[in-house]
C-alpha cells in the first residue's frame, strides 16, 4: 500500500513538473479566458454598461422643459451631445474597471465583467478609456458650444477622482453620483443656449439626491449582517442618516417642482383646455411616493430597473410626462 502510494505520488509530481516546464507561466488560478476579436468587441461593450445609457436621456430635460424640444437643429445637437456624454460615460467604466480588475476577481458577482473573466485585457481596457476620454471632448470642442466641453472634462475629471479616491470619502460620494445626474440634465440646456430654471436645477438636483440616496439605503439595509459582502463605505452610513437623506432630498424636490407649476398660474400664459401645469403637480407627487414605498422596503436598486419594473409606478410616469408635455407645449 505504501509503495503504491509512492509511486503515484512520484507520478503525480513527475506530471505536474512536466506541465510546469511547458507552461512556466500559466498561472495557479483558473485559466483566462481567451481573447478573440469578436470575443473582446462584445467585452468592450458590455463594459461601457449599454443598460446604463438610459440616463443620458437627461440631456433632453432642459431643452423640454423650456419647450425648445422639436426642431431639427435642437434634435441635431441634441443627439449629438447624446453621443459625446455616452462616450464620456464609457470611458469612466472602461477605466473603471481596469483599475478595480483584481479586487473584482474577488467578488462574486463582479468578477463576471468582462475584464474582471479575462475577456478584455486590462491594457485594452485603459486604451479604449483613454481614447473615449480624449475623443468626447475633442469632438465636442469642434461640434458643440464651448461649455459643452468645459462640462465633460468637468465631468470626467470628477468621476475619476471619485472611482480613485471620492468614492471612500462619506458624503461626497452621494454628492458626485448627485452631480453627475445634474450635469447629464444641464448639458443639453447649454447646448443648444437654453438658460436653466432655477426651479428645474433645484427639483433635477434633489430629485437626483433622492434616487441615488435610497439606492444607498436599499444597499445598506440589503447588506445589514453581511459586513463585507458590498462596498465598505456603506459600513460607515448608517440606515438612519441614509433615510434622512432621502426623505429630505424627496421633499426639497416636490416643493422645488410645485412652486414651478404654480409659478405659471396667471402669468397670461394658459395651458390649454386645463391647467396642466398644475395638474402635473399629482403626477409628480405620487411618483414620489411610490418610489419612496422602494426606497423604505429597501429594494430601490437602479432607477431604471425600478421604474421598468413596477407597472404602477411607469404609467404614473407616463401620465406626468404628458402632462408635462401640454404644460411646456402652451409656455
Avoid at 90 to 114: S, T
Avoid at 146 to 152: C, I, K, Q, S
Avoid at 176 to 198: K, N, Q, W, Y
Avoid at 241 to 267: D, I, M, P
Amino acid at each position: 500500500m505504501t509503495e503504491t502510494a509512492h509511486a503515484a505520488g512520484e507520478a503525480v509530481a513527475e506530471t505536474t513538473l512536466h506541465e510546469q516546464r511547458a507552461h512556466p507561466s500559466r498561472p495557479h488560478g483558473p485559466a483566462p479566458a481567451r481573447v478573440t476579436a469578436g470575443g473582446l468587441l462584445k467585452g468592450l461593450l458590455r463594459t461601457t454598461r449599454p443598460k446604463q445609457w438610459v440616463k443620458n436621456t437627461l440631456v433632453i430635460a432642459a431643452p423640454a422643459a423650456a419647450g425648445q424640444l422639436f426642431s431639427l437643429h435642437a434634435l441635431f445637437r441634441l443627439t449629438l451631445t447624446f453621443v459625446l456624454f455616452t462616450a464620456c460615460a464609457a470611458a469612466v467604466y472602461l477605466i473603471n474597471d481596469a483599475r478595480d480588475a483584481e479586487a473584482d476577481r474577488a467578488h462574486p458577482v463582479k468578477c463576471h465583467r468582462p475584464v474582471a473573466a479575462g475577456q478584455v485585457p486590462v491594457p485594452v481596457a485603459y486604451a479604449a478609456g483613454g481614447l473615449l476620454a480624449v475623443l468626447g471632448p475633442l469632438l465636442a470642442a469642434r461640434l458643440t458650444p464651448p461649455l459643452v466641453p468645459a462640462l465633460l472634462i468637468a465631468y470626467l475629471g470628477m468621476q475619476l477622482a471619485y472611482c480613485v479616491v471620492l468614492k471612500h470619502v462619506l458624503v461626497v460620494d452621494l454628492v458626485v453620483v448627485t452631480t453627475g445626474f445634474l450635469m447629464r440634465a444641464a448639458i443639453g440646456g447649454v447646448a443648444l443656449g437654453i438658460p436653466l430654471s432655477r426651479w428645474f436645477l433645484i427639483t433635477t438636483g434633489f430629485g437626483a439626491l433622492f434616487m441615488v440616496s435610497a439606492k444607498r439605503y436599499s444597499e445598506a439595509v440589503q447588506m445589514a449582517g453581511k459586513a463585507g459582502a458590498t462596498r465598505a463605505l456603506l459600513t460607515e452610513y448608517t440606515t438612519g442618516y441614509l433615510r434622512f437623506v432621502w426623505q429630505l432630498a424627496a421633499g426639497v424636490a416636490v416643493l422645488a417642482y410645485c412652486l414651478w407649476a404654480l409659478e405659471g398660474h396667471g402669468t397670461g400664459h394658459p395651458d390649454g383646455l386645463l391647467p396642466w401645469r398644475q395638474l402635473s403637480m399629482v403626477a409628480f407627487i405620487l411618483a414620489i411616493l411610490r418610489y419612496a414605498v422602494f426606497a423604505d422596503r429597501g429594494t430601490a436598486g437602479e432607477p431604471e430597473d425600478v421604474v421598468l419594473s413596477d407597472r404602477a409606478l411607469a404609467l404614473i410616469g407616463l401620465a406626468w410626462l404628458a402632462m408635462y408635455g401640454l404644460a411646456v407645449a402652451h409656455w
